[in-house]
């Protein structure tokens, strides 16, 4: 299994996950020229794609469906049911092409085993993904205000998992983001904090997983050596050295393989 990431933050989402001939991509919120270009470097289009999965509704993981959907007709988008019906009535034409899946429950999709669980964000219907190959299980959780019992037994044992480091919270609290903004960031259903995502990435340690991508870092109130240097320590001092860490870019690809092992390169 390989994951390689697009784009993550405020600006955009996008990454894709492939298991043989099977293509997932995970959000749309990037350009389509963006999009087919980071497939491209894969020798991949769009139309090799398996399924386009959509965590929620925000732009950030949306702006690039609707071209998507408009140029490639065999594109299928799955999403949670309150995000599939929300999709169709944003967009006329896509009647059949938007597959709801049911929280909670395991979705057969070629070569993966697909299982949505359910975060915490402000807008309905938001979830995270496990991706269950032939021999890795990857998961994909960001967009979260906190961490819930849920999250933690749907990604407990993978070999890789996608974790937010939203923000660092005194660049947060004393940048020039409105009130109103700061709050609903620091709300129990808006993004997590470094140190947040350091208590998640050793609750997960705990549980057997071995590789982590910070991904969702803002650019505004976040820098990548903040974020890592937060969960690298915490899982220093949890006695989970041996873990590797790697921070999502917001622009350019970062590739991982994803094994049982949890070997990446």
């Known amino acids: 299994m ?27 919120g990037i350009s389509l020229r963006r999009i087919k270009a980071g497939l491209a470097r894969r020798a ?14 925000h732009s950030d993981h949306t702006a690039g469906l609707a071209m998507l959907l408009k140029y490639h007709k065999k594109v299928k988008v799955y999403a949670s049911q309150t995000v599939a019906h929300a ?22 999709l070629k070569n993966f085993t697909l299982t949505a669980f359910p975060t915490v964000h402000d807008t309905p219907g938001s979830v995270g993904y496990v991706l269950s190959g032939k021999d890795a299980r990857f998961g994909f959780c960001t967009d979260t205000g906190c961490v819930t019992a849920e999250m933690l037994d749907a990604l407990a044992g993978c070999d890789a998992a996608v974790i937010e480091a939203n923000h660092d919270i005194d660049m947060l ?25 350091a208590q998640f990435a050793c609750a997960l340690a705990k549980t057997g997983v071995q590789t982590f991508v910070l991904g969702h870092l803002s650019r505004e109130n976040n820098r990548p050596a903040l974020a890592e240097r937060a969960v690298r320590e915490a899982l220093d001092g949890e006695g989970f050295s041996a873990a590797a860490l790697r921070v ?13 092992c949890c070997a990446s390169n």
């Open 87 to 108: 999709l169709e009535r944003a967009a006329a034409g896509i009647e059949g092409r938007i597959v709801p899946i049911p929280v909670g429950e395991s979705v057969v």
């Open 44 to 57: 991949l289009t769009p139309d090799d794609l398996s399924a386009v999965l959509i965590t929620h509704g």
């Open 248 to 260: 999502a870019p917001a622009e350019g690809d970062l590739e991982l393989e994803v094994t049982p």
């Open 2 to 28: 390989k994951f390689v990431s697009f784009a993550s933050g405020s600006s955009g989402n996008c990454c894709l996950v492939t298991e043989g001939r099977t293509a997932v991509l995970i959000d749309a």
């Open 173 to 197: 609290r004393g940048g020039c983001y409105p009130i109103y903004l700061k709050r609903r960031i620091l709300s129990e259903r808006g993004h997590l904090s470094n140190e947040d995502c």
